[in-house]
């Protein structure tokens, strides 16, 4: 059967975590100059409809690094955005291709599109969720700090596409998860019913940090929901973290954020820029989470 990458509950704890075990060996391969040509001859397709410089370049760069190619498709230089069916495009896609990865706004047509993919396929971001970036985070907190099971991780402000990712990681990676989102800005519902154990809700945002081992937050205005930016900024008031936020966290905590950032938004400068803050190592993860990821999916 086909491999698919479109939600962690997909996958059991013992493949993600051996994706990122194997991501941290591809990276101090890669720093010590080690050439890995696993996927020679092998193409990604990778489709946008929005925005990327993370996801873009490290999948990018990645498969280069493995020594095969990819295929940098917009939504709108493909026939996929004049109106091709999405089940076309992912029959005659996957027929030339590898491995298809897809940023496309709706989760439903990623589902789609895996159904009539006969090569593995990747949510690369979806308004549902991001688990590329969780599988860096994951790698990024197994690095600095070892094993994530029973720490406390916050997630503070809108609860979108990485929080619910986060919700499932919780369950499945074993850690407690707090969330403080403004109301009204809450995970989907159908998130906040399917992964229960482990998640706690919070009013407060200084209450939720409280002895957290992990501060994440994002941006308070997601890709897509830009007419908003105004009446969000005022509804995420007092959910920016900041330094006294961080002061109630345990002493050791560590600050992620998926990035782009808004530094005096969704976090303070002298946050994402201090000590605590480990943002450069999670996006630079991206590459060799990345890596792991084609491996597992395209090696035989
Ligand atoms: N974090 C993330 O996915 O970044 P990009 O939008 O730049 O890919
Ligand atoms: N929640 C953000 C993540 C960007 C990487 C968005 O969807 O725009």
């Avoid at 005659?92 to 897809?102: C, P, R, Y």
Wanted: a negative charge; proline letters at 2%.
């Amino acid at each position: 059967m086909t491999k698919h990458f479109i939600d962690f509950d997909n996958l059991s704890f013992e493949v993600l975590q051996d994706i990122i075990n194997r991501a941290i060996i591809l990276k101090k391969d890669h720093n010590e100059g080690v050439i890995n040509n696993s996927l020679k001859n092998k193409t990604l397709a990778m489709i946008f409809d929005k925005s990327s410089t993370r996801t873009r370049v490290s999948f990018e760069a990645g498969m280069t690094q493995l020594g095969g190619h990819a295929l940098f498709l917009s939504n709108n230089d493909i026939q996929l955005g004049r109106g091709e069916p999405i089940t076309d495009s992912a029959i005659v896609i996957s027929s030339m291709v590898d491995a298809v990865m897809l940023r496309i706004s709706s989760h439903e047509d990623i589902i789609e599109f895996s159904k009539y993919s006969n090569k593995p396929v990747i949510n690369a971001l979806s308004d549902l969720s991001h688990p590329c970036q969780i599988l860096a985070d994951l790698m990024t907190y197994q690095e600095q700090r070892g094993s994530i099971n029973g720490k406390k991780v916050v997630w503070i402000g809108d609860g979108n596409n990485v929080c619910q990712t986060y919700m499932q990681a919780a369950e499945i990676f074993g850690f407690e998860l707090t969330i403080a989102s403004p109301k009204g800005y809450e995970p989907n519902q159908s998130f906040v019913e399917s992964y229960q154990n482990n998640i706690n809700y919070c009013n407060s945002s200084m209450d939720a940090c409280e002895v957290a081992d992990l501060v994440v937050t994002d941006v308070w205005t997601s890709m897509g929901k830009e007419s908003e930016q105004k009446q969000r900024e005022s509804a995420f008031k007092g959910y920016q973290v900041n330094q006294k936020m961080m002061s109630v966290a345990n002493s050791d905590a560590l600050f992620m954020h998926c990035l782009p950032a808004h530094r005096g938004e969704e976090v303070s400068a002298d946050v994402i820029d201090g000590k605590q803050s480990v943002v450069w190592d999670e996006a630079a993860n991206r590459l060799h989470a990345q890596k792991a990821l084609l491996l597992y999916l395209i090696e035989a």
